[in-house]
């Protein structure tokens, strides 16, 4: 089969097509047909060898696919590897049938993306009506449906983005007001969006965008942190948490794979919300397989919106 084969860390570049045998049929394991692989940003830290779960070369990257599972049911699901190839490995646990009213392109955005962005939102952060939440990167894979659930929910959504076109993006989703993420004062510009500091926050950048967000939070306020895109993981002082009572959580979606209600209840909400229309997945750029190293520049260079993906069979 034709898959994409990791052979060293790196750059883009090291990503390249070639032929290798199917992933062998495994207990409690789905051998699916794959449409559309699912391209996250966990894949890029996989690539560069800066991942939470180490991996070993070679390695196929890829970590949800949406496709067609030998008996003809269409599913999505998440694996440990292995997406970016015509044929994958999904465990069943954390495999799903795709309803009627979901299209491949708005299931591939749901299983990760859209499991973590309701997590985040409702498991760590626990998020309530008339709340405020800061949600960075408003118009990416995550938070373009986190800015979705939140205004969903009655919060009122601060969206992060790093251009004007994505800022206009989020406010389109539902965000309430938006800030430039790259911005030096964002902790002020967040404080003025807000009309003052907010109950709640999420942060992926690390770095000094984890202290100038945290910065935002009101005291009693809550942070849950998911991510480090910027490279630079952040360092919290307990003293300042004492002083503000602020809670900050860490999040790791692959923590509820082993859960048996967690992922099942969040899919089965996104299906729904998708299914009436209340949610609405924003699909971006589909590359062809043999471009997966194009999708991955893209990335880096932050202009994709949306669900990125690639299709097996172009
Ligand atoms: N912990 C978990 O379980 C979990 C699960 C899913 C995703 N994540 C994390 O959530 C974040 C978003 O993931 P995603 O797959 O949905 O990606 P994405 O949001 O579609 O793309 C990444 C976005 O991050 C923003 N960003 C900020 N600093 C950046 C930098 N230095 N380099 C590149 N991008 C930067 C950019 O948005 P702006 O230019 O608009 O700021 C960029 O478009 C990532 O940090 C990812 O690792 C964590």
Not at 27 to 38: I, N, R
Not at 194 to 217: D, K, N, Y
Not at 225 to 250: H, K, Q
């Amino acid at each position: 089969m034709r898959a994409i084969v990791m052979r060293e860390f790196g750059g883009p570049d090291v990503l390249r097509l070639e032929d290798v045998p199917e992933p062998e049929p495994r207990g409690g394991h789905t051998l699916v047909d794959v449409t559309l692989a699912g391209i996250n940003y966990a894949d890029v830290h996989v690539r560069g060898d800066s991942y939470l779960a180490p991996v070993e070369l070679p390695y196929i990257p890829g970590n949800e696919v949406v496709g067609t599972t030998d008996g003809g049911r269409r599913v999505v699901g998440l694996s440990r590897g292995g997406g970016y190839a015509e044929r994958a490995l999904l465990h069943r646990r954390v495999t799903w049938d795709v309803p009627d009213a979901v299209t491949d392109a708005q299931a591939v955005a749901l299983a990760l993306q859209g499991n973590s962005a309701w997590h985040l939102l409702f498991t760590a952060l626990r998020v309530t009506e008339g709340e405020t939440v800061v949600v960075p990167a408003a118009a990416g894979g995550v938070g373009s449906l986190a800015v979705q659930l939140a205004a969903r929910a009655g919060a009122k959504v601060i969206g992060l983005a790093g251009s004007a076109e994505k800022r206009e993006l989020a406010q389109d989703l539902g965000a309430h007001a938006v800030v430039d993420s790259t911005a030096h004062d964002l902790t002020e510009r967040i404080l003025d969006a807000a009309g003052g500091p907010v109950q709640t926050a999420l942060e992926m950048t690390g770095g000094a965008t984890f202290a100038r967000t945290l910065a935002a939070v009101a005291p009693c306020g809550r942070l849950a942190v998911y991510g480090f895109a910027g490279g630079e993981l952040a360092s919290v002082s307990t003293r300042d948490l004492m002083e503000r009572s602020i809670t900050v959580s860490g999040f790791w979606l692959p923590q509820l794979y082993a859960d048996r209600t967690a992922l099942p209840t969040s899919m089965r909400a996104l299906f729904d919300a998708v299914g009436d229309g209340s949610l609405k997945p924003l699909t971006g750029t589909t590359y062809a397989l043999g471009n997966a190293a194009r999708a991955h520049h893209d990335l880096a260079a932050r202009t994709p919106t949306g669900k990125l993906a690639l299709d097996v069979a172009r």
